[in-house]
């Protein structure tokens, strides 16, 4: 518990400066729920989004096609697109964009997709972009390529 009080105290800091009554009153913030039809449902215990003291933490997103709730396997630049427009609707949802994004993490189930991937990436973000880590795992949800989660300001 001191390790949360903690971590809001320095988010809050981060984005209210040092106005410490402001810091206190946003602290007592509780965490909201982002939802939208726009992108696939949560396929088990989780948000699509969780809005918490300003910031939005976008849950991992991979290419299922939101309107069927079908997986799109396909090549990595066409998963990685729906990937990122799956994204965009949820940050959208949260009164975000990818202009606000300041920290993501891209799962490659092959690091020899990063190239393009990144390529497609590129088109979605602008500078300056946001902090980003990128690392190939074991394997992803229902054997898709890519999966990317994001951290957003209001």
């Known amino acids: 518990m001191k390790r949360r009080n903690a971590l809001l105290t320095l988010s809050c800091l981060a984005l209210a400066g040092p106005n410490l009554f402001s810091c206190k009153r946003r602290s007592k913030q509780m965490k909201k729920e982002i939802k939208t039809d726009k992108a696939p449902k949560a ?76 390529a497609v990436y590129g088109e979605f973000f602008k500078p300056p972009y946001p902090a980003r880590a990128a690392v190939q795992v074991a394997r992803l949800p229902k054997d898709v390529k890519v999966e990317i989660e994001a951290i957003a300001i209001q």
């Open 43 to 118: 396929i088990g215990p989780y948000s699509q989004a969780i809005m918490a003291n300003g910031l939005i933490f976008a849950s991992g997103q991979i290419a299922i096609n939101p309107s069927t709730g079908e997986l799109i396997a396909g090549t990595i630049e066409e998963e990685t697109r729906l990937v990122l427009n799956n994204l965009k609707a949820v940050l959208e949802a949260a009164g975000s964009s990818f202009d606000k994004v300041i920290k993501c993490t891209v799962f490659l189930q092959n690091m020899d997709d990063f190239s393009r991937m990144n």
